[in-house]
């Protein structure tokens, strides 16, 4: 099956920096990539998501890359806020066939220092 | 966005007893519907993949009589955990999937279970 593994497991940057965090998958066949933002206690959030058939997505501070050969995608935040604090899980799916739960990487916990 | 609804978000109760949490989708139909568990400082891991008007599909490890799951409508399903014991204590999240929003999954706020 799946196998989704992430880095760094925790992540701390000044105001300002970008972030930067990556994810490798082990099933070609996925072709689906979200990123969910997680507050403590509170459920996962969508805020960026990349398809197989992109290399790279953007949304205001948030990007997504994805290198289908080499089977990672990366999460990059730009002028990091102290609101981007949470934890931050990749995850990987076959949205049409197959499999279509998501398999969740470990998270990064990300802590932006004001 | 879409909104899934997931309650209780919080319960305790006694060990031997069995506790139902339910998850709906508010404003769009949902075909599938997905159960999480997450212990604390973990990623998720997914229990089961839930299919209206199927048997659903547990993961390899996760008991399918400890953890009945129903999904009779297309915007209903719902995970019992029966006779609960302190080691089932945990964080239990669905989700829904989206299919005309091309498929995007939306997460339920969580049950806190709690047994004692």
């Known amino acids: 099956g799946e196998n989704v593994e992430q880095h760094p497991s925790t992540l701390s940057v000044q105001e300002g920096d970008s972030a930067v965090i990556k994810c490798t998958y082990s099933d070609s066949a996925s072709n689906y990539f979200p990123w969910y933002k997680q507050e403590l206690g509170k459920r996962p959030q969508l805020i960026i998501d990349?398809?197989?058939?992109?290399g790279e997505k953007k949304d205001q501070r948030i990007a997504v890359t994805l290198n289908k050969t080499a089977k990672h995608f990366s999460l990059h935040i730009t002028e990091t806020q102290p609101e981007d604090s949470a934890v931050y899980f990749c995850?990987?799916?076959?949205?049409?066939?197959?499999?279509?739960?998501?398999?969740f990487g470990s998270g990064t916990r990300l802590q932006v220092q004001p | 966005g879409a909104v899934v609804s997931q309650h209780p978000s919080w319960v305790i109760c006694k060990s031997g007893t069995s506790v139902k949490i339910e998850c709906r989708s508010l404003d769009f139909q949902a075909t599938t519907m997905f159960w999480y568990r997450q212990f604390p400082k973990q990623s998720l891991m997914l229990m089961a993949t839930s299919n209206e008007g199927s048997k659903a599909t547990y993961e390899q490890g996760v008991e399918k009589d400890k953890f009945l799951i129903n999904h009779a409508s297309l915007t209903l399903s719902t995970l019992t955990v029966t006779s609960a014991h302190p080691e089932d204590s945990s964080f239990y999240i669905c989700s829904a999937r989206w299919q005309s929003a091309k498929n995007i999954q939306y997460f339920g706020a969580g049950t806190r279970l709690s047994v004692l």
């Open positions: 990349i398809r197989s058939n992109v």
């Open positions: 995850a990987a799916s076959k949205v049409d066939t197959g499999r279509r739960a998501l398999t």
